[in-house]
């Protein structure tokens, strides 16, 4: 008896989603975020760091309250609109 070997056949390429490509990114993203986070509280920086960044983004929001409430009120009324649609599925 003889043995037939078959040629190795191509394998078609997959295509990879944005998802599939953004997910190992946004993971090494957030494992830096964690080392920055470790960093600052191991040099006692942690809490100064989180006090002027609040008080940069408070800042921001008091130079332009508008935009921030339609942007708030935009967002609230698209996640009641989902949930209504969500309760009558």
Same mark, same amino acid.
Request: glycine share 4%; proline share 4%; hydrophobic share 50%.
């Given at each position: 008896?003889? +043995? @037939?070997?078959?040629?190795?056949? !191509? ?8 998802? !599939? ?8 993203? /957030?494992?830096? /975020?964690? +080392? &920055? +986070? *470790? &960093?600052?509280?191991?040099?006692? !920086? ?13 800042? &921001? ?8 409430? %339609?942007?708030?009120? &935009?967002? %609230?009324?698209? /996640? *009641? +609109?989902?949930?209504? @649609?969500?309760?009558?599925?």
């Amino acid at each position: 008896m003889a +043995v @037939v070997k078959k040629k190795p056949t !191509q394998k078609s390429k997959k295509d990879i989603s944005f998802m !599939q490509k953004l997910r190992p990114i946004f993971l090494i993203i /957030f494992c830096l /975020f964690i +080392v &920055y +986070v *470790y &960093y600052l509280s191991t040099i006692d !920086q942690l809490l100064p760091q989180i006090i002027k960044i609040f008080s940069a983004l408070i800042s &921001y929001a008091q130079s332009i309250p508008t935009s921030i409430l %339609l942007i708030i009120g &935009y967002t %609230l009324i698209i /996640f *009641y +609109v989902g949930f209504i @649609v969500g309760k009558k599925a």
